[in-house]
C-alpha cells in the first residue's frame, strides 16, 4: 500500500559506528589482503567546488580531499589506516582549515598518517600479500588513465604479482538499503525540494527566463540548508521541455507553453530528485492536460504496483502498459506493441519509444543515480529509496526522427495530426519513495494532480517564502556538523 510521507525527525546524523559497521561489511565480502579506497581530489581548476566520492563518503563519512582509506584482512582479523593531507596553515588560509592527522584520528577512531606515506606503506603491507581490493576510479586496463589508475600502475611497477581487483560493486551492493539515519537525511533533501517546486510555480508567469526559475529553486535549496544541487538543475520550457537532460536554462518562456522543472536538492550529500510539468500561464491547454493525465495515469499505475516485498519489474510493467494504452489512444502510435523500421536490414523498434526514451525510475541515496536493485527478481525491501518517473516527449521534429521507408511512410501520415497536436510539449512527473517497514511510502509530496498545480499557480508569488520553524529547528538542530565529516 502506498502511504503519504511523514514528519522529518529532528536529528539526523550519521554516527562513526554506522561508517565502522559499513567498512566490516565490506572487509567481510572480500578474502585476506589488502583494501584501498580512493577519496576524491582537490579540484586544480579555477578552485572549483569540492565534493567527495559516494562510494569514500559512504564508508568514512570524511569530505576532505586527498584521502585515502587502507584496510588489512588477514585470518579474520582487521584492522584499518586512514591516510590524509596534514595540516599547513599557509594552504589553509586558501582552502580551508583541515583536520590533520591528529583531528583524523580523533574523529575516526581509526590509526592515521600523512598522505605522503602512503606508497611506503602499502610497499610493506603487499610484500607479505599481494592481494590488492580497490574502491576508486579505477577500471583496468584503462585507454584514459584516471589518478587513480596511475597511482596504481605505480604500485605495480614496484610489484608485479599485485593482483588488483576492483570491489566497487560490492560497496554498491551495501548502499542499496539505507539505515535509518540516511532515510532522515533523504527526506529532508526531499522536502527543501518540494519546497523549491511549490516556490518555483508560484513564481512563473509568460515572459520571465528559465534562469530566473533555476536561481530561485537553487536559492531556496541553500537558504533551507541544502549543501548544493545533486545535479544540474533543469528548466527546460516549450521545445526545451522534450530534452531529457537540458540544463542552459536561458530560454525566455512563453504564454502556453509548458515548463518542465527536473530538480533535486542535496543534504548532507544525500541527494533528492523530483520533477514537475506545469503550465506558464498557470492553466493546462486541453492538449497539454491529454499529455499530462498520460503520464499521470501511468505514474499512478507504477504506484499501485509498487507494494511491499513485490518485485521492482511490477512498477515497470504497469506503468508501461498505461503510457502504451495512452499513446496509441492519443493517436502518436498505431497500437500497444506497434513497431517502425529504425535501422538497416528491416531492423525495427517499439514505437512508444519515440516518445517515452527512458526508464521508469532508479534509486537515491548519496548519488542521484544511486544503486537500488539490480534484477527484475529484486524485490521492494524496507530502506530501499527510490523515484518513478514516466515521461512523454513530443518534439517537433519527431516526423523528420523516423526513417524514410515505405512503411514508415505510412506511420507518419497516420500520426502526423497528433504529433501537429502535441508538438512541443513534453512532460515528466517525477516522485521520490521510501520503503518502510511495511509500506512503500511517498515522500516527495509537492502538488501533482492538474487541478492542485493550477490553484498553486493561481497563488502568485511576490518574493520567497519565510521558512517555517520545522526547517530552521531542523538545520540548527544539525549544523555545525563535524568538520571533514558528512
Given at each position: 500500500?502506498l502511504?503519504?510521507?511523514?514528519?522529518?525527525?529532528?536529528?539526523?546524523?550519521?554516527?562513526q559506528?554506522?561508517?565502522q559497521?559499513?567498512?566490516?561489511?565490506?572487509a567481510?565480502?572480500?578474502?585476506?589482503?589488502?583494501i584501498?579506497?580512493?577519496?576524491?581530489?582537490?579540484p586544480?581548476?579555477d578552485?572549483?567546488?569540492f565534493?567527495?566520492?559516494?562510494?569514500?563518503?559512504?564508508?568514512?563519512?570524511?569530505i576532505?580531499?586527498?584521502?585515502?582509506?587502507?584496510m588489512?584482512?588477514?585470518?579474520?582479523?582487521v584492522s584499518?589506516?586512514?591516510f590524509?593531507l596534514?595540516?599547513?596553515?599557509?594552504?589553509?588560509?586558501w582552502?580551508?582549515?583541515?583536520?590533520g592527522?591528529?583531528?583524523?584520528?580523533?574523529?575516526?577512531?581509526?590509526?592515521?598518517r600523512?598522505m605522503r606515506s602512503?606508497p611506503?606503506?602499502?610497499?610493506?603491507l603487499?610484500?607479505?600479500?599481494?592481494?590488492l581490493?580497490?574502491?576508486?576510479?579505477?577500471s583496468?586496463?584503462?585507454?584514459l588513465?584516471?589518478?587513480?589508475?596511475?597511482f596504481?600502475r605505480?604500485?605495480?611497477?614496484?610489484?608485479?604479482?599485485i593482483?588488483a581487483?576492483?570491489?566497487?560493486?560490492n560497496v554498491?551492493?551495501?548502499?542499496?538499503?539505507?539505515?535509518?539515519?540516511?532515510?532522515?537525511?533523504?527526506?529532508k533533501?526531499?522536502?527543501?525540494?518540494v519546497?523549491a517546486q511549490?516556490?518555483?510555480m508560484?513564481?512563473?508567469?509568460?515572459?520571465?527566463?528559465?534562469f530566473?526559475i533555476?536561481?530561485?529553486i537553487?536559492?531556496?535549496?541553500?537558504?533551507?540548508?541544502?549543501?548544493r544541487p545533486?545535479?544540474?538543475?533543469i528548466?527546460?520550457?516549450?521545445?526545451?521541455?522534450?530534452?531529457?537532460?537540458?540544463?542552459?536554462?536561458?530560454?525566455?518562456?512563453?504564454?502556453?507553453?509548458?515548463?518542465?522543472?527536473?530538480?533535486?536538492?542535496?543534504?548532507?550529500?544525500?541527494?533528492?530528485?523530483v520533477?514537475?510539468?506545469?503550465?506558464?500561464?498557470?492553466?493546462?491547454s486541453p492538449?497539454?492536460?491529454?499529455?499530462?493525465?498520460?503520464?499521470r495515469?501511468?505514474?499512478?499505475?507504477?504506484?499501485r504496483?509498487a507494494?511491499?516485498g513485490?518485485?521492482g519489474?511490477?512498477m515497470?510493467d504497469?506503468?508501461l502498459?498505461s503510457?502504451?494504452?495512452?499513446?496509441t489512444r492519443?493517436?502518436?502510435i498505431?497500437?500497444?506493441d506497434?513497431?517502425?523500421?529504425?535501422?538497416?536490414s528491416g531492423?525495427?523498434?517499439?514505437?512508444?519509444?519515440l516518445?517515452?526514451?527512458?526508464g521508469?525510475?532508479?534509486?537515491?541515496?548519496?548519488?542521484?543515480?544511486d544503486?537500488?536493485?539490480?534484477?527484475?527478481?529484486?524485490?521492494l525491501?524496507p530502506?530501499?529509496?527510490?523515484t518513478?518517473?514516466?515521461?512523454?516527449?513530443?518534439?517537433?521534429?519527431?516526423?523528420?526522427i523516423i526513417s524514410?521507408?515505405?512503411?514508415?511512410?505510412?506511420?507518419?501520415?497516420?500520426?502526423?495530426?497528433?504529433?501537429?497536436?502535441y508538438?512541443?510539449?513534453?512532460?515528466?512527473?517525477?516522485?521520490?519513495?521510501?520503503?518502510t517497514a511495511?509500506d512503500v511510502?511517498?515522500v516527495?509530496?509537492?502538488?501533482?494532480?492538474?487541478?492542485e498545480?493550477?490553484?498553486?499557480?493561481?497563488?502568485?508569488?511576490?518574493?520567497?517564502?519565510?521558512?517555517?520553524?520545522?526547517?530552521?529547528?531542523?538545520?540548527?538542530?544539525?549544523?555545525?556538523?563535524?568538520?571533514?565529516?558528512?
Amino acid at each position: 500500500m502506498l502511504v503519504l510521507g511523514t514528519a522529518l525527525p529532528l536529528r539526523a546524523q550519521l554516527s562513526q559506528s554506522d561508517y565502522q559497521a559499513r567498512r566490516a561489511t565490506l572487509a567481510a565480502s572480500v578474502g585476506d589482503g589488502v583494501i584501498l579506497a580512493f577519496g576524491a581530489g582537490e579540484p586544480e581548476e579555477d578552485y572549483m567546488s569540492f565534493y567527495q566520492r559516494p562510494r569514500f563518503a559512504y564508508l568514512t563519512g570524511f569530505i576532505e580531499p586527498d584521502a585515502a582509506l587502507v584496510m588489512v584482512k588477514r585470518g579474520g582479523q582487521v584492522s584499518e589506516m586512514m591516510f590524509v593531507l596534514p595540516r599547513d596553515p599557509a594552504k589553509e588560509v586558501w582552502t580551508g582549515t583541515r583536520r590533520g592527522v591528529d583531528g583524523v584520528r580523533r574523529l575516526t577512531g581509526m590509526s592515521t598518517r600523512e598522505m605522503r606515506s602512503l606508497p611506503a606503506t602499502l610497499d610493506t603491507l603487499l610484500a607479505s600479500n599481494p592481494a590488492l581490493h580497490v574502491v576508486g576510479d579505477y577500471s583496468p586496463p584503462a585507454q584514459l588513465a584516471s589518478r587513480d589508475d596511475l597511482f596504481m600502475r605505480a604500485l605495480k611497477g614496484r610489484f608485479p604479482a599485485i593482483v588488483a581487483k576492483s570491489v566497487n560493486s560490492n560497496v554498491d551492493v551495501q548502499r542499496r538499503v539505507k539505515n535509518a539515519a540516511e532515510l532522515a537525511l533523504l527526506r529532508k533533501s526531499i522536502a527543501v525540494t518540494v519546497l523549491a517546486q511549490r516556490e518555483a510555480m508560484r513564481a512563473i508567469r509568460p515572459g520571465m527566463n528559465e534562469f530566473e526559475i533555476q536561481s530561485l529553486i537553487e536559492y531556496t535549496f541553500r537558504r533551507n540548508g541544502s549543501d548544493r544541487p545533486s545535479f544540474a538543475t533543469i528548466v527546460g520550457s516549450g521545445p526545451n521541455s522534450t530534452t531529457l537532460h537540458y540544463n542552459a536554462d536561458d530560454r525566455f518562456m512563453n504564454d502556453g507553453e509548458v515548463v518542465l522543472m527536473d530538480i533535486g536538492a542535496s543534504y548532507r550529500g544525500y541527494a533528492a530528485d523530483v520533477t514537475r510539468t506545469v503550465p506558464v500561464n498557470g492553466v493546462f491547454s486541453p492538449a497539454q492536460r491529454e499529455i499530462y493525465q498520460a503520464v499521470r495515469d501511468a505514474q499512478s499505475a507504477a504506484e499501485r504496483a509498487a507494494t511491499f516485498g513485490a518485485p521492482g519489474q511490477n512498477m515497470i510493467d504497469a506503468s508501461l502498459a498505461s503510457l502504451k494504452s495512452s499513446l496509441t489512444r492519443l493517436g502518436l502510435i498505431e497500437s500497444p506493441d506497434a513497431t517502425y523500421e529504425c535501422g538497416e536490414s528491416g531492423t525495427t523498434c517499439p514505437q512508444y519509444r519515440l516518445f517515452n526514451m527512458h526508464g521508469l525510475g532508479h534509486g537515491i541515496g548519496l548519488e542521484v543515480h544511486d544503486p537500488w536493485y539490480d534484477s527484475a527478481a529484486d524485490r521492494l525491501t524496507p530502506g530501499h529509496a527510490f523515484t518513478i518517473e514516466p515521461g512523454i516527449y513530443v518534439r517537433g521534429n519527431t516526423l523528420d526522427i523516423i526513417s524514410d521507408t515505405p512503411r514508415n511512410r505510412a506511420l507518419k501520415d497516420k500520426i502526423r495530426a497528433a504529433v501537429t497536436r502535441y508538438a512541443n510539449i513534453g512532460v515528466r512527473i517525477e516522485d521520490d519513495y521510501i520503503v518502510t517497514a511495511n509500506d512503500v511510502e511517498w515522500v516527495s509530496r509537492a502538488p501533482r494532480e492538474i487541478s492542485e498545480i493550477e490553484a498553486l499557480m493561481r497563488d502568485k508569488s511576490n518574493g520567497p517564502a519565510a521558512r517555517d520553524a520545522a526547517t530552521v529547528e531542523w538545520y540548527r538542530a544539525t549544523t555545525p556538523r563535524e568538520p571533514g565529516g558528512l
